[in-house]
């Protein structure tokens, strides 16, 4: 069956729909650029002006004569030769042997000014310092509690173990106190 194609006329269907020009909207870098702006407009406005600084206040210049006529005194120069030296354990005194020219009965001193001694604590109240004095008494060594004042209104209670005069002495008092998980400090004091 042929049909005749020349004689159709081209009809379109009515539920088809023309477009209409509408009206544009914006493009969206548009929209991201208006964001932005009341973005930081919005921000200005809450966090307000910045006050303005303080004008501040020149400092006050003292006269070198002022300075001058009253000088300091610093106790710490006599303080610093009377109190103790934190000793390094390679210059504790070793037990040397006798020459065979000199007696034997003679002991290894480092000299007869200068004692050790063992700082086994330091508390701020006395309390603590006795009791740790007690445990060491219990130990059979002699410890002893020492008041220190660095800064007036400021004590502190230093417990001691010594005096000692010998290396055989403080080994032996070292020893004892690691053997009872007690750390300790060694000071070198002038007689």
């Known amino acids: 069956m042929t049909r005749d194609y020349a004689r159709k006329t081209s009809r379109r269907s009515s539920n088809v729909r023309r477009k209409t020009p509408s009206r544009q909207s914006f493009p969206g870098w548009l929209w991201l650029l208006a964001g932005i702006l009341v973005g930081i407009v919005a921000t200005f406005l809450l966090q307000g002006p910045e006050p303005a600084p303080a004008p501040t206040a020149q400092?006050?210049?003292?006269?070198?004569?002022?300075?001058?006529?009253?000088?300091?005194?610093f106790d710490f120069y006599t303080l610093l030769r009377e109190t103790e030296v934190i000793v390094p354990d390679s210059s504790v005194p070793q037990a040397e042997e006798a020459p065979p020219n000199q007696s034997a009965s003679t002991p290894a001193t480092p000299t007869a000014k200068e004692v050790f001694l063992l700082q086994v604590g330091s508390f701020k109240s006395n309390r603590d310092a006795d009791s740790l004095r007690a445990?060491?008494?219990?130990?059979?060594?002699?410890?002893?509690?020492?008041?220190?004042?660095?800064?007036?209104?400021?004590?502190?209670?230093?417990?001691?173990?010594?005096?000692?005069?010998?290396?055989?002495?403080?080994?032996?008092?070292?020893?004892?106190?690691?053997?009872?998980?007690?750390?300790?400090?060694?000071?070198?004091?002038?007689?």
Do not use: C
């Open 59 to 73: 400092p006050t210049v003292k006269t070198v004569e002022e300075e001058s006529g009253v000088k300091p005194r």
């Open 135 to 191: 445990r060491l008494l219990l130990l059979n060594l002699s410890a002893s509690i020492e008041m220190v004042t660095p800064r007036p209104g400021e004590t502190w209670h230093r417990v001691l173990v010594g005096p000692f005069t010998n290396r055989a002495e403080l080994a032996s008092a070292r020893d004892s106190l690691s053997g009872n998980g007690i750390d300790s400090l060694l000071l070198k004091r002038k007689q």
